[in-house]
């Protein structure tokens, strides 16, 4: 699960690029900051009901579907055009921070004996953190060298290949 997780954050940037994609989208900087009340909006709203869901039909299938959200949303952040197109995926992000958030953690805990379960969600969090400057450095480079639609791109190919990944260490099991 670690693997997934650090392959997965390699193309989770820093939210400060959504800021950026929706200003050039046609939001201006007075609403830009709005963007973070959307996804939290949102985030707040899903998390609870889908723990609900996670504790009866499995955290598996749902944090398989988080990454599968995130990379039909990148690749909508990487074409969006137009504002309300923009605050739609904005949304959508927030349900994906509702499904994987607690999701992660909560199969973590699921996996690992009771008495090594601090260790895990240290190290867990450890590969996340780790993984998240690289995928932020990664994305300004392809930003300002290729443009911002790449950077939408390599999140979504990150969010592809994890879940991918996830598929293959759970037939496993």
Do not use: K
Request: charged letters at 5%; one cysteine or more.
């Amino acid at each position: 699960m670690a693997i997934v997780a650090l392959l997965f954050n390699l193309g989770n940037s820093s939210d400060a690029f959504l800021l950026l994609r929706a200003q050039q989208s046609g939001i201006t900087p007075a609403l830009a900051p709005l963007a973070f009340v959307v996804m939290n909006l949102t985030y707040g709203i899903s998390a609870y009901p889908i723990g609900i869901l996670s504790d009866r039909i499995g955290r598996f299938g749902l944090l398989l579907s988080s990454f599968l959200i995130f990379a039909l949303v990148y690749l909508g952040f990487a074409f969006a055009q137009t504002p309300w197109q923009m605050w739609a995926l904005l949304a959508c992000h927030g349900v994906y921070l509702g499904m994987s958030q607690g999701v992660l953690l909560a199969l973590v805990a699921d996996q690992v004996p009771v008495e090594s379960r601090g260790t895990a969600f240290g190290m867990i969090n450890l590969l996340i953190g780790i993984a998240l400057l690289p995928a932020s450095v990664i994305a300004g480079v392809l930003w300002q060298q290729v443009g911002s639609q790449a950077t939408f791109l390599m999140g979504s190919s990150f969010a592809s290949a994890a879940a991918l990944l996830l598929v293959t260490i759970g037939r496993r099991r």
